[in-house]
């Protein structure tokens, strides 16, 4: 009697799991890049701009900071010492066609930079900047990393011609101008960033980012030249779908985008805090330079 | 005369306790409602300057007078902008050098005195002064003793290492550490606000103080940061900021305060469509005999001036001019303190 | 009784008692030496709009007729920003006189006291724009 309710109720258990797969189809459905399925036509709430409401914690996670090309698992920078620790995962490519296109001598930089990621030396103001990843040394990551970085961030959407977004790496920020006339009147690390809306997608054009940052620890790079405009479009209440085409007519033979989604920190009272990485990278910058004690 | 003014600064520590407007010099308190956000919350948002001229202590010899007439005030005001403007070159090179740059670098603000005419910034205790600071134990008198030895080796040019240098210097923290004093440059906060949070995103350096004004609880005691960590709640239309957890490195808080028993209250009320009225509260036991309260205020400076990034570790050349320079002068026979001595000469 | 103007007036040390902030800036004394000023025309050759300083390099062309280059070290480009200032405010090529103190340890580096054009205008001391969001750039 007991089994039998049993399998009666795994009956049904199954028919509903039945149900709910034939179900999805008979509504719109739009498929993400990940394969998943978010209701077209979501609507989302507004904020008090009228516009929808992009506050929270937002993280992603894929692993496009260590590359955003298709990876292996890869050790880390000394697995001598750290064993699997600091190991890379593998990871599928962000970029839409899965190359990003650069131009020949722009590759050979890239390998370049690669090679010597590991690799720094401060001591000539002229080649500060000449080598080694800037996320190592704790450098402002800029647009698009600094919103695939293995970190959240947190988007404050008030009213003003104002949104900010701050990063838990570094505690870096950046200022979002509303319809904004002024150019970048000089380079940033985190660059220069102008927005509206289009629809229900919050369009980013971001100009005067410092040449010097990557955009993954693989050494994939770009020049001054570098023009990046995102879009963030919230696809459901946890969910915000993220797009950024990168130009730079100095490193790529054409332009070319990312996209990848941004999921909502859903923990209870879940706050950014702090990762203020400076005091990990004296040693490494700054150790060479110490007074030696005679023995 | 004693009595009026005394009575005067009565009135003047009971108006900045109620959290009030601070009344000039002659004039009745105006009604002032600050606008709210469309969720109801007083509306602080914008970019704010803090830059003044006024010290933060009382100086010796403005006597007790805690608010300054109109001709004092003008007095005073020309006095200070003689002390700190950047653009005289008198008082010989040891003196110049330390002016640094032209007084077009630095922020013009810091040149003018509060509108308000105060002769100190700090407005409790009433004689304008930080309170007299607690004898430290052998232990804390230790770690004093290095910081200011490693402070003696960089300020003669030969830090030993990284660490001889202030945290400021090295980037890791600046003006962001509340609480908020005005400096010489950069004085500038944004505050933007959102659905039950208000956040202040100092210019320099970089970073977002995110406040929750939702009434959930601080973080664990053991999860502690720079800027430690911070919850407001509103007061009318005064926002109230209690800020715990800071991190155990001495040498970050203001005269060196002890971590684990500091404790600081930041109150912002909008006073004026274009100026906030910031106080902070300071207490720790083992480093002041009393806590100690001052009121800065804010000045709205956008849209006509905005806010620009300050990164700072990231091209922060001198760090490795300090520490090369010091190896190549030790190479060269100096010592800290002490110069090698020039041929002929006796020492 | 003594005025409070006579007060002020009389006070050469107005600020003594006012506490080191939570921060001061460094000493430049710790850096530049004070017994090492140097004043000097120099070609701009190039100049880093960066925090905590801007840096400007000048070629400086010696009575030999040999060319040394200069780091100078001057404020924070934000101030200049705010009064609506750019990177393109110095051209490469503009000739600069620089008043200011050597470093300690003898390199070519100095801060830049005070920077002026050859006919004597103090350099960035105006502005061009305010760089509010309706100005046309």
Redesign the interface.
């Known amino acids: 009697m007991q089994l039998r309710r049993t399998i009666g109720c795994l009956g049904v258990a199954g028919v509903i799991v039945l149900l709910s797969l034939a179900v999805p189809p008979l509504l719109g459905q739009q498929r993400s890049p990940a394969g998943q399925q978010f209701p077209s036509a979501y609507r989302p709430p507004r904020a008090a701009d009228g516009h929808p409401d992009l506050n929270g914690i937002w993280q992603a996670f894929v692993t496009a900071n260590w590359d955003l090309q298709d990876h292996e698992a890869q050790p880390g920078p000394h697995p001598e010492l750290t064993g699997a620790y600091g190991a890379g995962p593998a990871g599928q490519s962000i970029v839409e066609g899965g190359e990003i296109p650069y131009k020949a001598d722009a590759l050979a930089k890239k390998k370049a930079n690669f090679e010597n990621r590991l690799r720094v030396d401060v001591s000539n103001d002229k080649t500060w900047h000449a080598f080694g990843d800037p996320e190592m040394k704790c450098y402002m990551p800029g647009v698009p990393r600094a919103t695939y970085m293995p970190f959240p961030f947190h988007i404050v959407q008030g009213t003003g011609p104002y949104i900010l977004m701050a990063y838990e790496f570094t505690s870096a920020t950046r200022i979002i101008r509303m319809d904004w006339k002024q150019a970048a009147p000089t380079d940033s690390w985190m660059g220069w960033s102008r927005g509206r809306w289009d629809a229900d997608t919050l369009v980013v054009d971001v100009t005067g980012q410092r040449e010097e940052t990557w955009f993954d620890r693989a050494g994939d790079f770009h020049s001054d030249a570098l023009h990046v405009v995102e879009r963030y479009t919230p696809v459901s209440p946890y969910h915000m779908m993220y797009e950024a085409t990168i130009e730079d007519p100095n490193v790529f033979t054409r332009p070319w985008k990312i996209s990848f989604p941004l999921y909502r920190r859903m923990e209870k009272n879940v706050q950014l805090l702090e990762f203020k990485c400076v005091p990990f990278t004296e040693e490494l910058l700054f150790g060479t330079f110490r007074k030696q004690t005679a023995r | 005369m004693r009595n009026r003014v005394l009575a005067s600064i009565g009135v003047l520590v009971a108006v900045v306790a109620a959290g009030l407007v601070v009344p000039a010099a002659g004039q009745a308190p105006k009604k002032y409602t600050a606008p709210k ?3 109801g919350d007083p ?1 602080l ?2 970019v704010w300057n803090d830059a003044t001229s006024t ?9 007790d ?1 805690g608010v ?1 007439n109109d ?2 005030a003008e ?2 005001q020309k ?2 902008e003689h ?1 700190l403007t950047r653009d005289r ?1 008198d008082g ?3 003196a ?7 007084e ?4 013009a603000r810091r040149l003018k005195i509060t509108a308000d005419r105060r002769t100190s910034l700090i407005v409790d205790p009433v004689d304008g ?2 309170p007299p600071l607690v004898a430290p134990s052998p232990e804390r008198r230790r770690a004093q003793a290095a910081r200011a030895d490693g402070a003696a080796r ?4 030969l830090p ?3 660490t001889d ?2 945290w ?8 962001d ?1 509340p ?1 908020y ?6 004085n500038n906060f ?1 505050i ?4 039950g ?1 208000v ?1 202040i ?1 100092p ?6 103080r ?1 406040i ?1 004004v939702d009434g ?2 601080h ?1 664990n005691k053991d ?1 502690r ?3 430690g960590d911070t919850r407001g709640h509103w007061e009318g239309s005064t926002l109230v900021v209690e800020t715990r957890n800071f991190k155990s490195e001495e040498g970050v ?3 060196g305060a002890n971590p684990a028993t500091f404790t600081i209250t930041e109150r912002f009320t909008r006073v004026a469509s274009d100026a906030i009225n910031y106080e902070f509260t300071l207490a720790d036991p083992i480093t002041w005999t009393k806590p100690w309260t001052a009121l800065i205020p804010w000045n709205k400076v956008d ?28 190479k060269n026979g100096e010592t800290a303190g002490q110069r090698p001595a020039r041929p002929g000469e006796e020492r | 009784m003594r005025t409070f103007r006579s007060l002020v007036l009389a006070g050469a040390a107005l600020l003594l008692v006012v506490a080191a902030p939570a921060f001061a800036h460094h000493a430049f004394s710790a850096e530049f030496d004070a017994n090492k000023p140097i004043k000097f025309k120099g070609t701009v050759t190039k100049m880093l709009w960066v925090n905590p300083h801007a840096w400007i390099y000048v070629d400086v062309k010696k009575p030999d007729g040999t060319v040394e280059e200069w780091m100078i070290e001057t404020g924070t480009p934000n101030t200049l920003l705010r009064r609506g200032l750019t990177k393109e405010s110095l051209t490469n090529g503009t000739e600069i006189i620089v008043d200011g103190y050597q470093s300690k340890d003898g390199s070519r580096r100095a801060n830049g006291r005070d920077l002026t054009l050859p006919n004597g205008q103090t350099l960035f001391l105006g502005s061009s724009g305010t760089g509010a969001p309706n100005e046309k750039k």
Do not use: K
């Open positions: 956000t469309p969720w509306d948002q914008g010290p933060l202590q009382r100086p010796g010899n403005v006597g007078r300054l001709e004092e007095e005073f006095s200070l002390d070159r010989g090179n040891a110049d050098v330390n002016r640094a740059y032209n077009h670098w630095m922020d002064r930080i960089f300020a003669a040019g030993a290492d990284f240098m202030s400021p210097v090295r980037c890791v923290v600046r003006t550490v609480p004093l005005p400096t010489i440059y950069n944004q933007f606000q959102s659905p949070y956040t995103a210019e320099m350096i970089h970073s977002a995110i929750p959930r609880p973080l999860l940061q720079w800027l808080l203001f005269q849209p006509g001036e905005q806010m620009f990034e300050y990164a700072c570790h990231e091209d922060n050349f001198d760090m490795v001019h300090f520490l090369t320079g010091a190896r190549l002068r030790e």
